[in-house]
């Protein structure tokens, strides 16, 4: 990215904390991410290997970690040429379903998914107060893979596992639809 070019190198996308050789530095567009390319092989193999053999799913198809032509493909209606906001669709179905629950992981060194989109998101959702500690937002030293570094492995872990106890032990908690 920009950040670097002088010396050129690219930061990764998918973890800012990654730097790579520039590919070439006259072109506005970095040409890969170290980040990413650093693992995809990784776990394509991962995946076709689980697929293939503990799953015994017959198919030759190949298997692209990101295939470009579906989202190039992709129909986003509405949102074409523009940031896609899903908040309103979330905030009507957390509505329509005052049980659910929403757990949000957010690497710090993120370039892939805007950072504070996900906090500013939240804020302007418009929950009613009574939903508004459904939506759980955690922060972790890491890139958008947060479990390819130990220490936000662990505590991705432990944020996922105290989470999933407070769930499931208010889920037979009554709701009384007239004060929510």
Known sequence: MELLRDKNLTLGRFDSTVVGDSLDTSCDYPGYDPSFDAVAGLFTAAFNQYVRQDLKVKNDQEYKIIEES???????????????????????????????????????????????????????????????????????????????QQASLVKLKQDLANWLTTVLRNLNRPTNPIND
């Open 70 to 148: 579906a989202s190039a493909n992709w129909n986003y209606s509405k949102a074409t040429n523009q940031f896609l906001n899903m908040a309103s669709k979330l905030h009507d179905v957390m509505i329509k379903n005052k049980n659910l629950k929403v757990f949000v992981a957010n690497g710090y060194f993120d370039l892939r998914t805007p950072f504070f989109a996900t906090d500013y998101t939240y804020a302007h959702m418009r929950l009613p107060k009574n939903l508004q500690d459904q939506v759980n937002l955690y922060y972790y030293d890491s890139g958008h893979m947060m479990y390819l």
